[in-house]
Each structure stands twice: as C-alpha cells, then as structure tokens.
C-alpha cells in the first residue's frame, strides 16, 4: 500500500499531536498514520493518500485549529548552515556573512558551500521557489505572529502589576483592569477551548485553564487568575521556543545537505539547485565548504574532515582519484569533483532520511506514555471535581477546596509526559548520527540498552576485511617470484602479494607461461624454471614435502623447480580499535562472542588478540543464526554486528543487528543499526547513547510525575497556588526538553 511522507505545521501540543494521530488511525481509509511532532512530519499509510489530506486536516482542526498539511518539499530546509552547524549570518539578511569559508577576499560561504559577495542579496533555495512570495509570506506571518505575542505578554503582564497596586485602594478599578488584562492574555485561550467544547474535547489544555481561571475570577480571587493566566501564557511561549531550538538542534546536526552547488563549465563556474545536478557533473569545492555530493576528486588536493558524517576526528587526505562523501568538510585546498551520486542518493540525504525514518518508529515507552496520557488527564479532572465537592459538603469551606480543585485542573495536561520521551529519542538518535552511529529506531535503541551479549562476526567486523602480507620466510627473492606469477589473478590473496612486492620496489618478470588452478593456486614457468605458488594441497600434489607450519593465518606455500622454498603468510589486518571496544563492552558488563565461517585456528587468533573470550568457529549463515538463539536463550538479549550479505539472515534474527557502513547493502538493509566508521568502538559508544537515552526518558517521565503528585500533596494539604500548578504544567514541561537536548552534548 503506498506511503507518503506530509509534512505538519501549526501543531504547538505533544499530546495534540497524539490525539490527531490516533484520530486518523480510526479513519476507515487509513492503513497506519504516524505523527513525529519531534519533525513535524505525518507519515500516511493509504491507498490514495493525497485524496485524504483535505479530510485530515479538517479532522486533525478539531483538536488543533490552525493545523495545515502540505506536500512535504525534496528541497534542503531554508536555512544556511555553517560547516560546523552554525546559522551562516548571509548578505542580504541584514549582517555580513561570517563563514569560514571565504575563497577570495569579498566572498563568503554559507555552509552548504553557497557563496555570494558581500551586500549581494542572498540566492538560496528559499529565495529561488517557485513561488518565493508564499514561503516569505509564511515566515512573515510566523513573525508577526511571535511579535503579537510579546505584545500581548508585556501589556497584559503591565495590566497585572497595574491591578495589583489597585487592589488595595481601588477594589472596582483593580476588578476591571485585571478583566482587561485577562482579556488581553487569555482570550485566545477561551476562545479556542469553546471552540473545542463544541466540537466534544472536552480536556484539553485551554479548556482545563479556562476552567480553572474563570473559576478563580468566581470565587474572588481575579488577580490570581490573571496571574496564572500570565505566567501559563510565559511558560507556554518558552516551552514552545524551547521545543524549536531543540528541533532546530538535532536537525542542524543531521541535515547537512547543501542548497545550491558550484558547477564548473569550461573556465568559470555558476551556482544551481543541489538537487539539478546530474551525475558526471563537475562541481568546485572551495576551502572551508562542505563536500556537496558523494562523488570522485577529479583535480586538487586537500584535507577532508570526515567527523560530521563518521565522527572520526581526524582529517583525510584526498586528491585526483580519491572518493568523498556528502557533508565532510573541505579543509585546506580547493578541489574539483565528478558527481556520482545525485542529492536524492548522496550519503546527506540518506543520513537524514534514516533519522526521520528512525524518529518516526516510536519506542514501547512512548506508546505506553502516549496510552497512560489517556487516562492520566481523565482521572485528575474526576479528581479535581471530587476534590472540589466532598471535603466542601463536609467542612463547608467551598471556596478553599474548589480553588484547590482548580490547580489540580492547571496541572492535568499531560503535555510534558508526551513530549518528553519521543524528543529524548530524537535527541539520543541525533546524538548517534553525529558520531557516524544511525539508529533505525526508538524501538532498536530501546533493545540496545537491555542487550547483555554483542556477538561479533571476523571478517570486516573485527578485522579490516583487506588481506596483507605479513610474513615471509625465505627472503626478499620470494616475495618477487612469487609476486611475479600472481600479478595476472584477480584474487584478493594475489592482489596483497603483488601490493606488497610493489612497495618493496621489487621489480616483477612476466612468466613465460602461467596457469591458475582453481582452489590450490598457480603454477607458472619463471626464467624457464616451474614455480608453483599456492596451498599446501598443491605441492603435496606435485610430490614435494613440506614442513609444519606453526603461524595462523592464509598460507601460501611456494616451490621451485620441484624444491620447497618457503611461504608467505597472509592474513586480515585488526582494526586499531578492537581490543579498546571489547575491553570497553566487558567493563559495563556485556560479553563479546565470535561468530565466524573461518577456521578454527584464524578465529581464535583474531579473538585472543582483541580480548574475546568465547568463538564458535567453521559456521555457515545458518549454524551462525542457531548459535546465536542459543547464546539468547542462555544469556538473554543479544546484539550481532557483521558486514556481508551472509550475515542478512543474522543481524534479522538478533534482538539487535547493527551492520558496519562498508558492509553489504543487504546486510545494512537488515540491520537496525548502521556505524557508518565501521570501527569496533562505535560498539560501546552506541550501548552508551542508548543507555543514556533511556535514562533520560525515564528521568524525565518521573520528574513530570512527581512534580505534578507533589503539588497535588501540597494543594491538599493548603501549601500549593495555581502559580505552582502552572510550573507543574508548561514549567515541567520546558525542563524535559532542557533535560532531552543534554544528550547532544554529552562528550562520551
């Protein structure tokens, strides 16, 4: 059934969102809508999705009124960004543009590798829609909008202060000026909860305070209604500012795609859409900007800083035949490149599309939340109105208990409970993907955190997957024969030979004749001599006697003219982090277990170099996958992390897979998880976000709760204001988020 990604503006409530996206679960022509208030994005399962929009959107006003659902736009988003994230201060935007990037003395750069001349008006993509007067409308609008706001806080707030000097002197004054001020603050409000009323939301946030202000009027107390209309008003504009910066946050730190590029033609260059150039396209990358699209160098060298897509620190080096990757910084150099990849494939887009899709697959937590919200706000309102009526019918003191009732009311929007969760998630993937580790989902995280044993495979996991030389007995004149005879193989183990040999210097012959043998080798005819290079099957074979061979690894075994004269080991090459990472994974209490197809032998030379303790050896796809239920069944949850199309059926089977970038796109598309550095140590470092994640979800699951029940204790027991009520409510809700965008921040 077709799936189509909207995109959602206008919805100012987590716990609206929720209500919407339930709503058009229930519509009969719906398959599955997921709304990610975290991206502002709805993702619609039906069989005519764009038929639907206009039917949703009058649903979803119900609950939201100014909600609209738009066509969700391929183009970069409207904001210049600096190669480190910064907003680029651009020409033509009121400031001189401060980038880094300056190629030439009068330019500047935004991030995206957009440069323009000083006081030049600025060309990016949002100046250059096709309508450009409907997206300035919209952001004029927005700031008006935010403009009216302020307004309405600072003269409603002087109105407040106002009827407060009044009071005591002028009790009819203090009444109408403090009317006036509700007016100003809390008409929006009331008005938009009788709107609801009618349409049958009955608790929703600007009903309940409506409820509980006019209430407060009623039983006298006016300026304390107005007050905790203002200060809902102030908590309501900060948590809303607060929730942007953080979206506006994680977002800068993923989306890394550019608006425009540089395209060479002939001797000069101009600027165009990112999304127009076409593969085979020559692009200019100036010092300073951002590698546009995944291509190949064509001329100019530099340094690349890979650490915004891989999260390695160090700069790489590039130059003519060199391939880059979206997003990295262009160092030191200008360069020129051949674009092999287009927007829509480049590693950026692929990098930001595997965030939304993984913000959009909500963790079980979430979904309890979002369900305990349900019943959370009902059973306060029953709570507030017997709060309000028993303990009155037997004390008589009516006015005390119903203004307790009232803050009971503030405080039941569940609001700082529904956000908190998926925007600590979205925080703990954005946090992943700046370290080049992309989670596929809350859920993946969610398991991550629980898993007790990380199974590794050999081959590309542990080792780099390239084989090299590593010893050879019988001397610099082996290496050359036996080099001389591979040069002609395709072969991986005849490929690292002849490398090896090359950067020795050695010079290679060409044999007089040459035959491959599949399975055991080469045998060639070298300056009229036969030479036979390959495993010991071969010579054995040909009758030729060899020694025992201690050292593990590949073997290849060489004679000449019918007389053994020595081997060369080759064997794959550790990455530099494997032994930290399995040090690392045994300090907090996880096991590490090989799984491989090698032999005996290489594995558990591989293992004892690196620290793992356990290694089940020889294993087909299948043998790996019946291991691995049995170490689950015997240890609990486990992760597997592999990198070949063989280690599909695996990383599918495991409470989490997690596949290493420069794996196979098969064994990438069954992971849950990609380390896009294909290091060991991303390992851990992705155990530690997911932990961190979940405690931080938790943290602030039980600081919304226990705020809100402590103030209810102290509203029951005369020490609580609908003052403190609002913090329970809009204050709360602002730390969460305060308490979520941490986990960008976190050093380890």
């Known amino acids: 059934m077709p799936k189509k990604v909207y995109t959602i503006e206008n919805l100012d409530c987590a716990n609206c969102a929720a209500k919407i996206e339930s709503k058009f679960n229930s519509h009969p022509q719906v398959e599955e809508a997921v709304i990610t208030f975290a991206t502002k994005q709805l993702r619609l399962t039906a069989e005519s999705p764009d038929e639907l929009i206009g039917e949703l959107t009058q649903i979803a006003r119900t609950i939201e009124p100014e909600v609209e659902i738009r066509e969700r736009s391929d183009r970069p988003s409207a904001e210049s960004r600096h190669p480190h994230g910064e907003s680029c201060e651009v020409a033509g935007h009121g400031a001189q543009c401060g980038c880094a990037g300056h190629a030439e003395e009068g330019q500047g750069g935004c991030g995206c590798g957009h440069h323009h001349d000083h006081g030049e008006g600025c060309s990016c993509s949002h100046h250059r829609e096709e309508h450009p007067e409907d997206s300035h409308q919209d952001s004029h609008d927005h700031h008006q909008a935010k403009d009216r706001e302020v307004l309405e806080l600072a003269l409603g707030g002087g109105l407040f202060l106002l009827g407060l000097l009044l009071r005591q002197s002028l009790g009819w004054a203090a009444f109408l000026v403090s009317l006036a001020a509700y007016v100003v603050l809390g008409r929006e409000v009331v008005v938009t909860a009788l709107k609801n009323l009618v349409r049958g939301h009955v608790f929703d946030e600007n009903f309940l305070m409506s409820l509980a202000t006019i209430g407060a009027f009623c039983i006298g107390e006016y300026p304390e209604a107005v007050g905790v209309m203002l200060f809902y008003r102030v908590g309501e504009f900060f948590e809303h500012k607060a929730v942007e910066r953080s979206r506006s946050q994680i977002m800068e730190a993923v989306d890394l795609r550019p608006e425009v590029v540089h395209l060479v033609e002939g001797q000069t260059t101009r600027e165009i859409p990112a999304q127009q150039a076409q593969v085979g396209d020559l692009l200019l990358v100036r010092p300073g900007d951002r590698i546009p699209l995944d291509g190949q160098v064509v001329s100019g060298t530099s340094r690349v800083d890979t650490a915004p897509i891989t999260g390695e620190p160090v700069p790489v080096g590039v130059g003519p035949g060199s391939s880059v990757i979206s997003g990295c910084v ?419």
Not at 548 to 553: E, F, H, V
Request: glycine share 10%; hydrophobic share 45%.
């Open 330 to 748: 262009n160092t030191q150099g200008q360069l020129t490149m051949r674009v092999e990849k287009p927007l829509s494939e480049s590693m950026v887009t692929r990098i930001l599309d595997s965030v939304e899709n993984a913000a959009a697959s909500k963790p079980q937590m979430d979904r309890f939340i979002t369900r305990f919200a349900r019943i959370y706000t009902p059973v306060v309102v029953l709570g507030a109105l017997a709060t309000a009526i028993v303990p009155s019918l037997v004390t008589g003191n009516w006015s005390y208990w119903v203004y307790t009732a009232l803050t009971f009311l503030v405080m039941s929007c569940p609001c700082a409970l529904v956000l908190s969760v998926p925007l600590a998630f979205f925080a703990g993937i954005g946090a992943g993907s700046k370290k080049g580790i992309l989670f596929k989902g809350g859920q993946s995280m969610e398991a991550l955190a629980k898993v007790k044993t990380v199974i590794v495979d050999k081959t590309g996991t542990i080792t780099k997957g390239n084989f090299q030389v590593q010893q050879v007995v019988g001397g610099e004149e082996l290496l050359r024969i036996c080099a001389s005879c591979e040069q002609q193989s395709t072969h991986p183990i005849a490929a690292s030979i002849v490398a090896e040999a090359k950067e020795q210097k050695l010079e290679l012959l060409t044999p007089e004749s040459l035959e491959e043998l599949p399975g055991m080798g080469i045998r060639a005819v070298l300056d009229g001599e036969e030479i036979l290079c390959g495993n010991a099957k071969m010579l054995k074979e040909a009758g030729i006697p060899i020694p025992q061979i201690p050292r593990a690894g590949t073997h290849v075994l060489v004679a000449v003219a019918g007389q053994y004269r020595g081997y060369l080991v080759i064997d794959d090459t550790l990455k530099p982090g494997a032994e930290p990472a399995v040090r690392r994974l045994r300090e907090t209490g996880v096991e590490t277990v090989m799984l491989t197809g090698d032999t005996e032998k290489s594995a558990r030379a591989v293992a004892g170099a690196v620290g793992i303790r356990q290694v089940y050896s020889g294993l087909l796809p299948q043998q790996k996958l019946e291991r691995l239920q049995r170490i689950r069944t015997e240890r609990g949850a486990v992760m597997f992390v592999g990198d070949g199309i063989n280690d599909a059926p695996v990383l599918a089977g495991a409470d989490v897979g997690a596949a290493m970038g420069s794996g196979a796109d098969a064994a990438i598309e069954a992971a849950d998880l990609v380390f896009m550095t294909s290091d060991v140590e991303a390992i851990p470092q992705a155990m530690e976000i997911a932990r961190a994640t979940g405690k931080i979800a938790w943290q602030n699951v039980v600081f919304a709760l226990a705020i809100k029940l402590g103030v209810m204790y102290l509203g029951l027991t005369g020490f609580a204001s609908m003052w403190l009520a609002v913090f329970a409510d809009s204050g709360v809700a602002m730390l969460c988020v305060l308490n979520s965008i941490r986990l960008l921040y976190k050093k380890k």
